[in-house]
C-alpha cells in the first residue's frame, strides 16, 4: 500500500467558500502531482512539483494554487469554490534516483462538491 | 486533447473469460503504464513497458506496446470477479517532458460471477 494521504476523502460546501485538499507522503518523493477527475472519466494534470519550492501547472487551465514547502506535504486550495469545481481531486506522488521504477502512487482522493 | 484514447470504453465479461482492452496514443514515449481504479478510489499501478519492449507479464496481465502503432493492449485472462474496476493507460511522453504522465480515457470492465 502506498503511504500518501488525502483529507478529506468527501467535501460538500457552498458556493464562494475557500477550500484546501491536503495531500501527504510519507515515501520521501520528489514529484508530486494533483489530477482532477470527473465519475467515469479520464485524469486531467492541474499542477505538478519537482520538489520543494517548485510548482507548475499541468495540462487542464485550473482555478486552483498548490504550495510545496515541504518535501511530503503538498496541499491545493481554491480560494472560491464554484459548482464547476466539483469534481474528485487525486494526489500522487512519485520518487526520483534509484528508487524510481516509473510508477505513480496515488492518494484515495479527494471527492468535492460545491452547491 | 488527452494523449490516450482506450477501447472499448466499457467491457462485460464472464468470470474465467479474457479481457482485453486497448490504448492508442500520439506522441513517442519513454513508457507506457496501466493502472486499476475501483470504483471512487485512487489509482493503482499494474504494469510498466518501456518503449523498447514489446511485451510483458505480470501474474495474470500481459501488456504488449507497438511503437510503430502507437498502441498498446492489456490482457487479463481468467478473469475474476474482483477484477472489476476501471483501468487506465498512461504514458511518460518524451515530448511533454519527463515526469509528466498523461492518461487515457478508460476501460470500465465488469466481470460477472
Known amino acids: 500500500e502506498a503511504d500518501i494521504y488525502q483529507t478529506p476523502r468527501y467535501l460538500v460546501i457552498g458556493t464562494g467558500k475557500k477550500i484546501t485538499l491536503e495531500c501527504s507522503q510519507t515515501?520521501?518523493?520528489?514529484?508530486m502531482y494533483w489530477y482532477q477527475q470527473d465519475p467515469g472519466m479520464e485524469l486531467h494534470l492541474i499542477h505538478y512539483?519537482?520538489?520543494?519550492?517548485?510548482?507548475e501547472k499541468g495540462d487542464l487551465s485550473s482555478e486552483s494554487t498548490v504550495s510545496r514547502i515541504r518535501t511530503e506535504h503538498f496541499p491545493l486550495t481554491l480560494e472560491s469554490a464554484r459548482p464547476s469545481h466539483t469534481s474528485q481531486y487525486l494526489c500522487?506522488?512519485?520518487?526520483?534516483?534509484?528508487?524510481?521504477?516509473?510508477?505513480?502512487?496515488f492518494g484515495e482522493g479527494s471527492r468535492l462538491t460545491v452547491l | 486533447s488527452q494523449q490516450g484514447e482506450e477501447d472499448p470504453q466499457a467491457l462485460s465479461i464472464q468470470e474465467g473469460e479474457n479481457a482485453t482492452m486497448n490504448c492508442s496514443y500520439k506522441?513517442?514515449?519513454?513508457?507506457l503504464q496501466w493502472y486499476r481504479q475501483n470504483s471512487g478510489r485512487g489509482l493503482v499501478h499494474l504494469i510498466l513497458?518501456?518503449?523498447?519492449?514489446r511485451e510483458k507479464h505480470s501474474g495474470r496481465l500481459r501488456v504488449t506496446l507497438d511503437t510503430s502503432k502507437k498502441s498498446s493492449s492489456l490482457l487479463i485472462t481468467a478473469s475474476r470477479a474482483a477484477d472489476t474496476a476501471s483501468y487506465f493507460c498512461?504514458?511518460?511522453?518524451?515530448?511533454?517532458?519527463?515526469?509528466?504522465?498523461?492518461f487515457g480515457t478508460g476501460t470500465r470492465l465488469k466481470v460477472l460471477a
Open positions: 500522487a506522488s512519485k520518487p526520483t534516483g534509484t528508487r524510481n521504477t516509473g510508477e505513480l502512487f
Open positions: 515515501m520521501g518523493h520528489d514529484k
Open positions: 512539483s519537482y520538489g520543494v519550492n517548485s510548482t
Open positions: 506522441t513517442s514515449i519513454n513508457n
Open positions: 513497458i518501456r518503449s523498447n519492449e
Open positions: 498512461a504514458t511518460e511522453s518524451t515530448t511533454s517532458g519527463t515526469y509528466k504522465y498523461i
